[in-house]
């Protein structure tokens, strides 16, 4: 008896094994070394936000420092909430109205996540807080361009706005599997960590804020010297070393892409820095420190679409290109005469469209033949120029439209730009009670 115990149970055993082995395939388990990887990734990214506060902060003057640092980190506490609310629903949750944006209730205040593990072995709370970084990032960049003449209040009001009607919807063309740019062409639009989502949509609403409010007062007849180049160039520091986590966590694994972008990242970012201070030398005579972290900004922007996508090569050209067009971009705004403070689209602007645009002719071999497989048969540089150069420009004109719709009615509710009094003030003190370097008299 007891031998046919034993005998039915080994049988057991041996016919749930296929069973047993079958579930194990369809589970997703975490992969430990990627989490770790994308959990360092959005620390980096993070990073990057008080990166931009030291940049922009340092670029002001005195008076104006510590309120211009307070965009980027209001920027941290805004859109986080936002995130959690409906901005990770919006971006990636499936099509509704027509494909505007997405929404799935799992994601709505992120409610349905908490066993989620993505396909390449990340917890989906990794995901969605790494993605968080970006929709952050993003609207702390467009203060920028009106620095030093905006409203506190109106200006919380306005990157949350900004955030549900403009970026989100964007994030959702662009990333979201079923988004209408993802699947445009062969491959879908290239846009690999931000370059339309985060860069151009930042500059090209930057520049519209910029002209809808005005130039700060006496601008350009009165000096306005930076404060602190110290600190700028920490800025810069920081945001190099926190666009790697932009860019290289972008690829959402520990593998080869992650080299392939990090690669890439660096590349550029020190092609762009170099050019640019030698186009200061030619042009001006002296390769000046903001030059340098200039260029930097430059090549880290425009790689940022194509670092998945492109050889060392590539990079190191494109990385050329974006700060030599970055830089004729600045003298054209001084011709002008328009007050983009900070050069938001100077050089995020312009260096994403750079780089959405010239990574086509610079896309390594591999790339080129998957999307051919695609197509089912074949796939051209020309025909990829076509599918970047409307993204872009969808990008451009959506961000424009949706800016402009947003400031005209915040402004009949709150006035966007600060008042007189504020603005020769300072906003530190007339806004937050404050003084950035607790002088008497700051300028």
Known sequence: MKTSLRFLYVMGILCLMPVTGLFAQDTVEIDSGATAWMLTSTALVLLMVPGLAMFYGGLVRTKNVLGTMMHSFAAMGVMTVLWLICGYCMAFGGNVLGGWFGWNPDYFLLSGIDDSILEGG????????????????TPALIAGAFAERVSFKAYCWFIALWGILVYNPLAHWVWASDGFLFNLGAAGAIDFAGGTVVHISAGVSGLVAAIFIGGRKLYPHLPMRP???????????????GWFGFNAGSSL???????????????????????????EGIHQGKATALGFASGILAGLVAITPAAGVLEPLGSLFLGILASGFCYLSIILKNKLGYDDTLDVFGIHGVGGIVGAIGLTFFIRDSWMADAAVAAGGSWTTMQQLGVQAT???????????????????????????????????????????????GLINPS
């Open 122 to 137: 990340i917890p989906e709370y990794v995901f969605s807080m790494f993605q968080a970084k970006f929709a952050i990032i």
């Open 227 to 241: 404060n602190n180049l110290v600190m700028t160039m920490i800025g810069a520091g920081l945001l190099w070393v």
């Open 253 to 279: 694994t520990s593998g080869l892409s992650t080299a392939q972008a990090l690669t890439a990242t660096q590349i550029a970012a020190a092609a762009g820095a170099l050019t640019w201070i030698i186009i």
């Open 391 to 437: 993204a872009v420009l969808i990008a451009i004109a959506y961000a424009a439209v949706g800016t402009l719709v947003i400031l005209l009615v915040l402004n009949q509710i709150l006035k966007f730009r600060s008042s007189n009094e504020a603005e020769m003030k300072g906003l530190d003190n007339y806004y937050h009670g404050e003084r950035g370097y």
